[in-house]
């Protein structure tokens, strides 16, 4: 009998380190790991730091700044679906930027246009549309800083929330101010936002080639309807590559409805290297999008970036 004791003893004290091992908490947030990265923690990956580099991370958004100081290629697709879900309006486009020193200039090599794209006065008709064209488009001859910033022009609020638009789209899980009602909302990593997730860490070869620690965020899928109600961003996976721990890729969901407006949004974006820049090299976006004082706008767009040209200076 004391053998049997001793035995169920050894058991129990296995299976329970075992199970510790497969997470850790940090800052009172459980996160999931799968057995590739327990064996890595075995051998000394350090988890924790690992996952406070992903909660202060900030060069997924800075790598849509770097396209501001490359030359480069860019194929663009845009399209903007009716109710009934036919194409209203489109545009197919390939523009080439082109740098001297950190201002670049933009040259049209070829497009096609088709519906309601533009208004009678030339101007971009849709939201989506507009938000993309300040993202990727440029007039003119157009100077950048070191870190890809560009002074900012005359525009008012409009200027102001296309900005906290393009930090709510392209840097999810950081907080973003002014932004009314949603903007905390997505800090997936302050204490009253993350009770709202389940986290995870695991190894997995991203486009089958990058060996990398993945790590996930997904909203918990036993939420009461008011914690619900308070999810903005519905997954968030990123792409770690296992060799730097630079962003390779990211995959995520946001979602949000009230009675004033209403999106739902998933992107998909590729990362590359190019002349030591973290590069986006394909962005793919499906959204919908119910705003004040604009018509429901459900759209998908694909822009592709290549043939990288230049230097920082």
């Known amino acids: 009998m004391r053998k049997l004791w001793m035995c169920l003893a050894i058991l129990f004290s296995y299976s329970y380190s075992h199970a510790q091992d497969t997470s850790v908490v940090y800052k009172g947030m459980t996160v999931t790991l799968d057995e590739v990265t327990v064996q890595a923690k075995r051998i000394g990956f ?179 309807s008011i914690d619900r109600g308070d999810i903005v961003i519905n997954e968030l996976i990123t792409y770690f590559n296992k060799e730097n721990f630079e962003i390779v890729g990211r995959k995520y969901s946001l979602s949000y409805k009230t009675l004033l407006f209403d999106f739902n949004v998933r992107m998909n974006v590729q990362m590359t290297k190019q002349q030591g820049l973290l590069i986006p090299s394909l962005v793919t976006y499906d959204g919908t999008w119910n705003v004040p004082f604009k018509k429901r706008e459900t759209s998908v767009f694909i822009a592709k970036f290549h043939d990288f040209t230049g230097s920082v200076q």
Do not use: W
Request: proline residues 3%; aromatic residues 12%.
């Open 46 to 224: 350090d988890v924790n730091s690992f996952i406070k580099r992903v909660e202060e991370d900030t060069t997924f958004y800075r790598a849509f700044k770097n396209l501001r100081l490359l030359g480069y290629v860019s194929d663009n697709d845009i399209r903007i679906y009716g109710k009934k879900g036919q194409i209203q309006a489109f545009l197919k486009s390939q523009i080439q930027q082109n740098m001297q020193g950190r201002c670049h200039t933009m040259k049209v090599l070829q497009e096609e246009v088709g519906g309601d794209f533009y208004n009678a006065k030339g101007e971009y008709n849709y939201y989506t549309a507009e938000l993309y064209a300040s993202l990727f488009f440029t007039k003119g001859t157009v100077c950048a800083d070191a870190g890809g910033e560009v002074p900012e022009t005359s525009g008012g609020s409009m200027a102001k929330h296309k900005n906290q638009l393009k930090k709510l789209i392209f840097n999810p899980g950081q907080p973003v101010r002014g932004v009314p009602i949603v903007g905390g909302k997505v800090a997936i990593f302050d204490p009253e936002v993350r009770r709202l997730y389940d986290f995870s860490i695991r190894s997995e070869n991203y486009q089958d080639i990058t060996p990398c620690y993945v790590f996930t965020a997904r909203a918990k899928k036993d939420l009461n």
